[in-house]
């Protein structure tokens, strides 16, 4: 069983930069893939970002790809978003999730394991 706690979200002007973090405990965590979703109120959870096992693989989506950036320390046990250029529609709870498996995907389905979230707000 592996449990996630997510801190690092809070409140910050456009452009501004913001750095997530999940610490995870379990000691399988270094053979997991990681990602970050987020949702809003309005709409469904989305796939933000996802790294593999041993951080040699991340995937992104369009909309954060070259303002966002996962990465992991396996000897911390604990998964990271650097968040840069924030823009309004950035604006949501963010969501650290683990899956069994060593390989990333954008599926939600396809993760197993949930933190509680942080709110992450952009101000124009």
């Known amino acids: 069983q592996v449990q996630l706690v997510e801190s690092g979200g809070g409140l910050v002007q456009a452009g501004g930069s913001l750095r997530l973090s999940c610490a995870a405990s379990?000691?399988?965590?270094?053979?997991?893939?990681m990602g970050w979703f987020r949702q809003t109120p309005r709409n469904e959870r989305e796939f933000v970002a996802a790294?593999?096992?041993?951080?040699?693989?991340?995937s992104y989506a369009d909309a954060v790809k070259g303002r966002f950036t996962i990465s992991r320390s396996n000897a911390g046990n604990a998964v990271y978003l650097q968040m840069n250029n924030l823009k309004p529609a950035d604006t949501a709870v963010y969501y650290c999730?683990?899956?069994?498996?060593?390989?990333?995907?954008?599926?939600?389905?396809?993760?197993?394991?949930w933190g509680q979230g942080t709110q992450v707000t952009v101000s124009s």
């Open positions: 999730a683990g899956r069994r498996v060593v390989t990333t995907s954008i599926l939600e389905n396809e993760y197993d394991y």
């Open positions: 379990g000691r399988t965590f270094s053979s997991y893939a």
């Open positions: 790294i593999s096992w041993r951080g040699s693989s991340t």
